[in-house]
């Protein structure tokens, strides 16, 4: 089993910055790539990024350039830059495996919020 506690979040104004940590523990050897959800008011959970251990990179059309995801270790990291009020989420910390199709997220934080309002 792996646990993953994100921290971070709040409420921040338009064109503000917030980051977001989330730490894994237990079971490390069973997963090979970490991941941002987030889930918007009446929308479906969505990835906004991703990094695996070879280095790969994913970002979401709508936040690439402003979000930054990066990891250490068992620390996985999203620093969000110039926030605009469709920002505005649940953030989730994702772990899992990389698969031929993509990446299987099987491991899921609680979820922190994120509201971007002036």
């Known amino acids: 089993q792996v646990q993953l506690v994100e921290s971070g979040g709040g409420v921040v104004q338009p064109g503000g910055s917030l980051g977001l940590s989330c730490e894994a523990s237990?079971?490390?050897?069973?997963?090979?790539?970490m991941g941002w959800y987030r889930q918007r008011p009446g929308n479906e959970r969505e990835r906004v990024a991703s990094i695996t251990q070879r280095g790969y990179f994913y970002y979401a059309d709508s936040v690439r350039g402003r979000f930054t995801i990066s990891r250490d270790k068992m620390m996985v990291y999203l620093q969000m830059d110039s926030l605009k009020p469709e920002d505005t989420a649940v953030y989730y910390c994702?772990?899992?495996?990389?698969?031929?199709?993509?990446?299987?997220?099987?491991?899921w934080g609680q979820g922190a919020q994120v509201t971007v309002s002036s």
């Open positions: 237990g079971d490390i050897s069973s997963f090979d790539a």
């Open positions: 994702a772990a899992g495996r990389v698969v031929l199709r993509g990446i299987d997220f099987t491991y």
